[in-house]
Structure formats: structure tokens, C-alpha cells
């Protein structure tokens, strides 16, 4: 094929059964000429065999590169420290009927320790939450993560400046992440209303050391935003951000919570002190995860079908809207065509998401009828385009 402007030539070369594609020829060859070895390639490396082996043997489609490609030059961030740490990743990706897997594993030159995952505040999730993830929080590694991203994304800088001012303000994050074992998020929706609860809990290992921590931090941050309440008889912030928003943040036992609204967090101290757990009594939730291994530095759950009847409805009629006025939207959508919610939703499952810590690295496994790296990905365009994420200056 022939160069054209705007075009990249691709080449192709069958070997055997397979069909080998590629910008450079010379590759290609030197790819065919690997191929007629009984061994050769990644087959010889002890690092890639080391990685395969903690993947399923038999996956649809499988992706290795080396930890040195994440900080090579040209990428549009920069590569925070950790990254030197990653010596490979290789990913693994599986159909099995109406599920996709996903399994990616990456080996780490100096492992770390492996932790656990208790998963206190769980009873707060309700029988049929939309959402429930918990996670070990690490406030330094998140900055750098912010740190990475904050010059292409505008909700990245925003948290880099309210981690620094944080450290500017005299508070020592590293001492604070000591502080905090992990944080769990919860999205319950209320049956007979239909209104959704947030609430966000994080385990203390010192509560006294905290409140004295949340204290200094109402009192330097946010003067003049914040009123002191009580509900079902623990002392609580109530912390308005705007007109629009609030939240309730107080401590009860080694938790610390965070939730949307007053009759939020009421329920959320009612549930914890029932100390039950209706969500692992639900079949489903117990089918789903026990797809994956038990998690040791994260996990989520997601009820497809709940999330799905709750937003396809409201996004159908802004497509057919949005198409009366967008005449080019229509080339590529016809709306005339979308089917009906059940009809889609009733063929949705659960996602479940878990990352454990094994001996060379850390594993994660997640199943559902698109995995949890793909929702994510689904989440972040969906967020470009309704301009949620902005590049930054």
C-alpha cells in the first residue's frame, strides 16, 4: 500500500494461522523469522513467563509491555515515582457467555507488603445497593497521582491544591495516612422514594488523634462554612460547600463518616450499630463475588441494572432531544431506534472488581458484562464529553 496524505500504511504478513499487522516492515520479518523457532521471543523470557503464569492460560486477548514504557519520553504526563517500581504488566481478557474478565497482573521489582481488607462499614450498604467499594488509602500515593495528572485535567489540580494547602497548612500527610487503614463508599437507593444516599466512611486507627486532626482541619480550611449538630447522638459537622451542597461528617467508634445529608448519615449510624449485613445475605451479590478472589487492597461492586434503569431513562430523551438540534448527531445515532430500558437491562449482571497482593506484585481480577477497567474507561469519555474533565492551562 502507498503512503496518502492524512494515512498510515499497514502491512500485513501470514504466518501459519496467524496474521501478523505492523507500521515496519522490517519487524514484521524479524517476527516471522522468531515465529519458526521452536523457541523464541517472549518465550525465552523468564519475566514474561513469570507474569503469564498468574493469568488464565486460555484468554480471547492478552497485552504484555514492560514497566520502562510508562515513563517513556512523549507521553502526555509524567510518570510518578511508583512507576520505577513496575518491572511488567501483562493483562488477559476472556469471554465466558454473557460475562467478560478481565485479569491483569503486575509485577513489581520490590513487592509490597501484603495487608488486609476488612470491609467494615459493609452493613451500611443496605440489601440492594447501587455501589459499594472499599479501598487501603494511601494519602501520598494519591497526591502523586493528582500530581501526574493535574496539568491535562482541571479535577485532578483541584485535588492537588487542597492536598498541598492541606501540607502547607501545617498538616502531615503521611502522618494522617497512618492514621487511616481504608475508606469505603456506599450509593444506597431508597425503594419507596427512589432517592439516592452517599455515604463515605474511612477505619481510624487512632480515632482520639483524629477528631483532633478534623478539628485543626474545620478550624484552618473551612472558618465560617461549617455548624456543629448532633445526630442520634454523635457530635457531627455539618459542612455547606455551596447553597446547593452539604455534607455531615462526624466520628462514631474507629469510623470516621461522610455522607450527603442529615437523614443520611442517621441511617448510616443506625445500620452500624444493627451490625448486620443484608448485602452478604443477597444470592446475587454472593454469585458474583465469588468469581474473583478475596480482595486485599480493593474491591467494588456495582449493580449494573440498578445504575443502568436509573440513568438510561433520563438519557434516552436528551439523545432524542439533543438530535431535533444537532442534525449531525444523528449520523451516527438514530434514536428512533434505542430500545426500551428493561430490554436491555434485564440482560445486565453485577460487576465485581478485586485487587489483591501475591508474591511477585498485585493481581487484579474483575467479571461482568463489561469489567470494571472497561467501565471506567466508558466513565471517563462520558465525562470528556459533558466537559466534567477539562485539560488544564
Known amino acids: 500500500m502507498s503512503d496518502r496524505p492524512g494515512h498510515r500504511t499497514v502491512f500485513g504478513l501470514r504466518l501459519a494461522n496467524w496474521l501478523l499487522l505492523g507500521q515496519n516492515p522490517e519487524m514484521l520479518r524479524a517476527c516471522a523469522e522468531r515465529g519458526r523457532k521452536a523457541r523464541a521471543g517472549l518465550e525465552e523470557s523468564a519475566l514474561f513467563q513469570k507474569c503469564l503464569s498468574q493469568v488464565p492460560s486460555m484468554s480471547d486477548f492478552l497485552t504484555y509491555f514492560k514497566g520502562s514504557v510508562l515513563s517513556q519520553p512523549g507521553l502526555p504526563w509524567k510518570?510518578?515515582?511508583?512507576?520505577?517500581?513496575?518491572?511488567?504488566?501483562?493483562?488477559?481478557?476472556?469471554?465466558?457467555?454473557?460475562?467478560?474478565?478481565?485479569?491483569?497482573?503486575?509485577?513489581?521489582?520490590?513487592?509490597?507488603?501484603p495487608g488486609s481488607l476488612e470491609r467494615r462499614s459493609i452493613g451500611l450498604a443496605g440489601p440492594n445497593p447501587l455501589f459499594?467499594?472499599?479501598?487501603?488509602?494511601?494519602?501520598?500515593?494519591?497526591?502523586?497521582?493528582?500530581?501526574?495528572?493535574?496539568?491535562?485535567?482541571?479535577?485532578?489540580e483541584t485535588l492537588q491544591t487542597y492536598l498541598d494547602e492541606a501540607t502547607?497548612?501545617?498538616?502531615?500527610?503521611?502522618?494522617?495516612?497512618?492514621?487511616?487503614?481504608?475508606?469505603?463508599?456506599?450509593?444506597?437507593?431508597?425503594?419507596?422514594?427512589?432517592?439516592?444516599s452517599f455515604v463515605l466512611t474511612a477505619t481510624t486507627r487512632d480515632p482520639i488523634r483524629f477528631r483532633v486532626f478534623a478539628d485543626r482541619l474545620m478550624e484552618?480550611?473551612?472558618?465560617?462554612?461549617?455548624?456543629?449538630?448532633?445526630?442520634?447522638?454523635?457530635?457531627?459537622?455539618?459542612?455547606?460547600?455551596?447553597?446547593?451542597?452539604?455534607?455531615?461528617?462526624?466520628?462514631?467508634?474507629?469510623?470516621?463518616?461522610?455522607?450527603?445529608s442529615g437523614s443520611a448519615f442517621a441511617e448510616a449510624l443506625r445500620r452500624a450499630r444493627a451490625q448486620d449485613r443484608p448485602l452478604e445475605r443477597n444470592e446475587q451479590y454472593r454469585n458474583t463475588v465469588a468469581l474473583v478472589a478475596p480482595p486485599t487492597e480493593a474491591f467494588?461492586?456495582?449493580?449494573?441494572?440498578?445504575?443502568?434503569?436509573?440513568?438510561?431513562?433520563?438519557?434516552?430523551?436528551?439523545?432524542?432531544?439533543?438530535?431535533?438540534?444537532?442534525?449531525?448527531?444523528?449520523?451516527?445515532?438514530?434514536?428512533?431506534?434505542?430500545?426500551?430500558?428493561?430490554?436491555?437491562?434485564?440482560?445486565?449482571?453485577?460487576?465485581?472488581?478485586?485487587?489483591?497482593?501475591?508474591?511477585?506484585?498485585?493481581?487484579?481480577?474483575?467479571?461482568?458484562?463489561?469489567?470494571?477497567?472497561?467501565?471506567?474507561?466508558?466513565?471517563l469519555g462520558v465525562c470528556g464529553a459533558l466537559g466534567l474533565f477539562q485539560e488544564g492551562e
Open 220 to 260: 484552618a480550611k473551612f472558618s465560617g462554612q461549617w455548624t456543629r449538630t448532633e445526630i442520634e447522638g454523635v457530635k457531627a459537622y455539618v459542612l455547606r460547600a455551596n447553597d446547593a451542597v452539604s455534607l455531615v461528617i462526624g466520628v462514631y467508634g474507629r469510623q470516621l463518616y461522610v455522607a450527603t
Open 168 to 196: 502547607s497548612s501545617g498538616f502531615n500527610l503521611e502522618e494522617v495516612s497512618q492514621l487511616l487503614e481504608s475508606v469505603e463508599l456506599i450509593l444506597n437507593r431508597d425503594p419507596a422514594s427512589d432517592n439516592l
Open 79 to 113: 510518570a510518578p515515582a511508583e512507576v520505577a517500581n513496575v518491572e511488567a504488566i501483562v493483562a488477559a481478557t476472556s469471554f465466558d457467555g454473557p460475562r467478560i474478565r478481565d485479569t491483569v497482573f503486575t509485577c513489581e521489582k520490590v513487592p509490597g507488603k
Open 300 to 379: 467494588a461492586y456495582l449493580d449494573t441494572k440498578g445504575v443502568f434503569e436509573r440513568v438510561y431513562p433520563m438519557a434516552r430523551p436528551m439523545i432524542v432531544f439533543g438530535s431535533a438540534f444537532i442534525p449531525t448527531l444523528a449520523e451516527y445515532v438514530d434514536p428512533a431506534t434505542f430500545p426500551e430500558t428493561d430490554e436491555i437491562a434485564r440482560h445486565l449482571s453485577p460487576i465485581v472488581f478485586s485487587r489483591r497482593r501475591i508474591e511477585y506484585g498485585v493481581l487484579d481480577e474483575s467479571v461482568g458484562p463489561v469489567t470494571g477497567y472497561q467501565a471506567s474507561i466508558v466513565t
Open 132 to 156: 459499594y467499594g472499599a479501598f487501603r488509602l494511601n494519602l501520598l500515593k494519591l497526591r502523586a497521582v493528582a500530581h501526574t495528572l493535574a496539568s491535562k485535567w482541571s479535577i485532578a
